[in-house]
């Protein structure tokens, strides 16, 4: 058994791909990067899709946050629970009440979310 190329592969690269570090094909952003969202922090959001688990998903700045116990089309209050590398887990705080109203004079519009809530 041979140790000299721990780290490649037959092809002599170590299997990485895409390694320039600008993200990928689809426009996803690098993990390393600062997160639009902080744990604890609470923001307005609409919840845009449901998950294999049947939380609800919002996007923040196209990071995406899993919110337990809300539904698709839900404007709502979340507080960040955990910030990974890829996404982030939330808990519903309470419905968005500048929001609705908001809703009800415009409701042509589904943009995903924004500000923090101070």
Known sequence: MSYGNRGSNRYGNSGRRNSYGGGDRFGN?????????????EYDVDISELS????????????????RGSKVGEKVKIKVDTV?????????????SARSEESKTDSGSSSSV???VS
């Open 29 to 41: 952003r690098p993990m390393g990067g600062p997160k639009p969202v902080e744990v604890g922090k």
């Open 52 to 67: 294999r688990r049947g939380d609800g998903v919002a996007k923040i700045q196209g990071f995406i946050v899993f919110v």
């Open 114 to 116: 924004t500000e923090p």
């Open 84 to 96: 990974g590398p890829r996404f982030a887990t939330a808990s519903v705080v309470g419905s968005s």
